[in-house]
């Protein structure tokens, strides 16, 4: 066991320069500015007091700056866990009650106990059930359904529901409370912004700005947004006009936490801790992959899953919410000139100074423009290149997507992901149940055998050569009799029959089954059965059970062999 | 549409003949026989009156005569069914109230309308998805539950319980009142049945009879000890000695029933109709298969379904219990020279003379006679040779079949079923998760192309050729980014990578994705990515979403094209 592999901050640190403390000191400035309206605006996602959020980017970044093996990833918050803390805590206790905290802190503590737990047993794969097409479409109606919740801070009304239609009837209903004063500034602030992001950038370009400070003013426009409405609201007391603000965020270190041990909670978080649990590994891993590739950096996704539960853990016990490895926030860090985790550490540091001495200035931040930065954020996670693209390639991938995205919206994200993840599975198994078989012929001149309705090929009448094109298991076993049985009733001239197994990477009992009684069935026939390109793995098998001995033909190596040899018996 | 394909019947009465006719009545009388303790003693098992047994022994019959494709086969009530049918039906009332036949006959009516959709809709390979594994264990289990559920009668006592060692506690506790008249019956007739089953035929063969008397007289012990043991009952009035019998079985027509259309027990019931239809099914697919093979006929899967079904809504409206092809009473059929399904028509009209005229004579026949004849024609059912072939060949089905076993054993039938049917699944997601993957190098000579490490193959240094051996999809899209990642990094010489894709028989979107990217970051380490023996369908579909264009490298007809032309190269 090598130490190193678990506390990765051993391969950095001490080889850590001044002029590397320079670069992570800026950009944990840069990145602590942008993450205290973020984490206000996310904690208010999963309903929670706004401090929460910023409790969460605190310890959270000092554990995973130990632990983790990406250099510029920063976790805290993000969009998509808020909403799915929100769904799942929520289910049990209504976001006003007093134990909803308890609960999201226990929430915290089971996914954190989770992702460690995967992580020591090397269960990252588990994270490969999430096809893409599922995590897109869950991401995309997640942000369908965190933009519209968002709405009701906009208009300045008060509108609940438990999955998205009950949202829209609620907003509708409550369109004639609107308030005037809230809605200009919401609405100002997301029009500003989503003219920032479209159009700013393409505008400095033009006049002569480097690529990386457009961008950069680009992310400056919500802090920018969250200055100057917080100042105005102050200046023309427009609380006291009925636009709802942040209100007094209480100052001081994050209270310590004990996640709760009564045990029917933990039966009715679980499902919903693991969904989190699933989806921030695979969001953090997938930023976390992208910038390592970047700079030839590698991550290590199994130690990912420790510093994740680790980090999740350290959430749960100085009153946090659910964190991961936030895209934005990320790619700000990275741009940003991180090139440590030190920056993560200096972050955390930045948002204690928050809190401690800084949090008087946020009183008169409006909700609504936090909700204005809500929107314009999770908009940009809808994937309208990705969805296309699928349609086109896979009209079954497509399926499993839509299927996501509509039982996402209709009953929620936990329904969703497992009704996509059930969905993908089933119609791998329904398209390997009926598996394609090709009755091949060899290419003129060549060794190589192809599709006899594809490719010109020869082929004699004797001789009937069938390649599988998939391993053979229970749900084809009883196919394949039948397609055999179909194809050899339609060639009464032929004597031998070779099942080309290039395609098959495994044999199961009940295949094995199967093959033994087409074996004997074929012999009745007077036709003999052959093996050809039997794969190590799969002959390792046959041989076991004494296969090859039943076999009325041969095992040949390849399809040429069995050729040449059948052919010369005639 | 060819009316002949629904209705069977159009093929053979019009040939039908007098030698046919002789043969026919004559297997029908030796299987009404035989058929009237066993439909007894199946209702018995069923926790039903014993006339019901024989209700359900004659409308399915004349249906299947009519709708069946098999010659042969002999519908009525099985002992697993039976089983099946007491725990689902036993889940909701206890078998004593008076709604446990109405909850029996909906259940039969909702599995018959199961099976007749399914072969209307041509969902016959649904019964694929019970791997051979989980009928196995699932038949193991469900004898020795069965076997044991007998012994209270054996023993004259009573004992219940809802899972097996529910049954067998109560067993034990009841053993000090265990009646001796009662035993000695009993354990008389199973010790002969016993003998006559392993002795026997075996004497008789030895003797020199022919094999077809010698297993004819083995089939005869069970109506031997049915006769002798009834005779003694009355002679000596056994039955007022404390020995149960079958008492008075009421003679008459069949009563018409309706099935209730109370739909909170349609929610309650479909489960367990669905398992029995499937389980039923398969049972009488592979009699009838078997004997179909054995004369050359053929049956329809999708036609039986419909028969099957019909069969089941014949035996719901005639205050039956599910039925479906049985093993024992088919072969008795066959072996008594049945050639049609008239045969089975004479045998409904045989047991309709029975429940009509001859019931008084069943009057003293003992439970425990009953009792031991189930118990030898379920403990037949116990596979040994399967179970063992299983173990030997995959460690994998053979745990699929343990789970099924201990499952149904302590929790029931359907519980059984579904785990071993989800875990056979899950075992096939798991290994394609991390499938094979080998780098291969040519045969001399050959234009073949094997596993480096199994055969002696020549390689170049500059030229990877990895085959993978699975298709691609979710589960292991990014199992194999990490996988081509490792290779290459030990090899610091490739300059192509070739992946040989003879036996990827589908990339989804996800790997689609993941291909992308292998491409990507094979490209900037210098190396170009080529693939070769893509099949027919997978190239469509990559052609379609342009990926040939994006790829580093180029398309190969086959590996060997590849190597020849890449070493070319250098």
Chains 1, 2 share one sequence.
């Not at 001149?445 to 010109?456: A, C, D, I, L, P």
């Amino acid at each position: 066991m090598n130490i190193r592999q678990y506390l990765p901050i051993l391969e950095w640190l001490p080889a850590y320069r001044l002029a590397t403390l320079n670069q992570d000191l800026l950009a944990a400035i840069i990145v602590t500015v942008m993450l205290v309206p973020q984490s206000l605006a996310y904690a208010m996602l999963a309903g929670l007091p706004p401090e929460v959020g910023l409790y969460a980017s605190i310890a959270p970044l000092l554990v995973y700056a130990i632990l983790g093996t990406s250099r510029t990833l920063s976790v805290g918050p993000v969009a998509v866990i808020a909403l799915m803390t929100a769904t799942t805590a929520g289910s049990i206790v209504a976001p006003e009650s007093e134990s909803y905290l308890t609960m999201v802190i226990l929430l915290t503590f089971i996914s954190g106990g989770m992702l460690t737990l995967m992580g020591v047993f090397r269960l990252g794969f588990l994270a490969n059930f999430l096809s893409h097409p599922v995590i897109s479409g869950f991401i995309t109606a997640s942000a369908v359904i965190i933009a519209f919740s968002q709405l009701k801070h906009l208009l300045g009304v008060s509108a609940s529901g438990h999955n998205f239609p009950e949202v829209l009837a609620a907003l509708v209903q409550a369109l004639p409370d609107l308030k005037v004063i809230t809605l200009l500034l919401g609405g100002g602030t997301l029009l500003f912004l989503f003219a920032a992001r479209r159009w700013l950038g393409v505008a400095m370009l033009r006049l002569g700005c480097s690529q990386g400070i457009a961008s950069g003013a680009g992310r400056l426009a919500p802090i920018l947004a969250v200055v100057v409405t917080t100042w105005m609201t102050a200046q023309f007391s427009l609380a006291e006009k009925g636009v709802a603000v942040v209100g007094e965020v209480p100052a001081g270190l994050p209270p310590l936490a004990m996640p709760t041990s009564d045990w029917s909670l933990w039966g009715q978080l679980w499902v919903g801790a693991l969904l989190i649990s699933i989806v921030g590994f695979v969001e953090s891993v997938s930023v976390g992959q992208t910038l390592a590739a970047k700079r030839r950096e590698r991550i290590e996704p199994d130690q990912e899953l420790i510093a994740l539960g680790c980090s999740n853990l350290g959430a749960a016990f100085s009153t946090g919410m659910p964190v991961t490895g936030g895209f934005s926030r990320s790619v700000v860090n990275f741009d940003a000139g991180a090139r440590t985790p030190a920056a993560g550490a200096f972050t955390a540091l930045g948002i204690l100074a928050v809190i401690l001495w800084l949090t008087p200035l946020l009183q008169t931040l409006p909700i609504a423009t936090l909700a204005a930065t809500i929107i314009i954020a999770v908009l940009s996670l809808i994937d309208f290149h990705a969805i296309r693209h699928t349609w086109r390639y896979s009209k079954a991938d497509f399926s499993a997507m839509l299927i996501t995205v509509v039982i996402t919206l209709l009953q929620g994200v936990e329904a969703g992901i497992l009704a996509g993840v059930g969905l993908s599975l089933a119609l791998h198994v329904y398209r390997t149940s009926r598996p394609h078989t090709a009755v091949v012929g060899r290419v003129a001149g060549t060794e190589h055998f192809r599709n006899v309705e594809r490719h010109s090929v020869e082929t004699t009448p004797e001789l009937l050569v069938i390649r599988v094109d998939e391993s053979l298991y229970f749900p084809n076993a009883r196919y394949l009799e039948d397609q055999i049985q179909a194809l050899v009733s339609q060639r009464p001239k032929v004597r031998h029959l070779v099942l080309s197994c290039q395609a098959v990477n495994h044999i199961d009992a009940s295949a094995l089954d199967s093959l033994e009684s087409i074996n004997a069935r074929l012999k009745d026939a007077g036709i003999k059965l052959h093996l050809a390109e039997v794969k190590g793995p799969v002959m390792d098998r046959l041989e076991l059970i004494g296969f090859p001995k039943q076999l009325s033909g041969a095992m040949f190596m390849s399809t040429f062999d069995a050729w040449q040899s059948l052919k010369a018996e005639h």
